[in-house]
Every structure is written in C-alpha cells, then in structure tokens.
C-alpha cells in the first residue's frame, strides 16, 4: 500500500492559503480600526480644547461679575 502525500499537501495547502487570506482580511479591518480610534482622539481633544477655553472664559465671566456685584 503505497500512496502519495500529494492529497495531504494539497488540503495543508488549501487551509494555509485560507488562513493567510482570513489573516490579511483582521489585519486590514484592525488598521481601519485604529485609524478611527485615532481619528476619533483628535477629534475628542479639540472639543477637549474648545471647551476648555469656554470654561476659563466663563469663569473669568464669573469672577467679573462678582466683583461688580460686592
């Protein structure tokens, strides 16, 4: 009884390519990922910013009228 193990390799060969495709498929979705997330964090410290100038102006607003009102 003698066979090949050219079924064998072509199953191994079938599931690598499989695998490597799936693989290349997260890693792109994961790099979409990020560029979101990093999208979103600048987005998020510009709000950041903007209000934060607000709060210093408001409380500069307060304390004007604090003291026009003592």
């Known amino acids: 009884m003698q066979g090949t ?4 390799w072509q199953v191994l060969r079938t599931s690598s ?3 490597s495709n799936l693989h290349m498929q997260m890693v792109q979705k994961v790099t ?3 560029k979101e997330v990093t ?3 600048e987005e998020l410290h510009k709000k ?3 209000v934060g100038s607000y709060s210093v ?3 500069l607003c307060i ?3 604090s003291c ?3």
């Open 17 to 19: 390519e499989k695998l």
């Open 57 to 59: 102006q408001y409380i």
């Open 48 to 50: 950041h910013k903007t």
């Open 32 to 34: 979409e990922l990020v």
């Open 63 to 65: 304390g004007v009228v």
């Open 5 to 8: 193990f050219a079924p064998f």
């Open 68 to 70: 026009y009102s003592n």
């Open 39 to 41: 999208r979103y964090a």
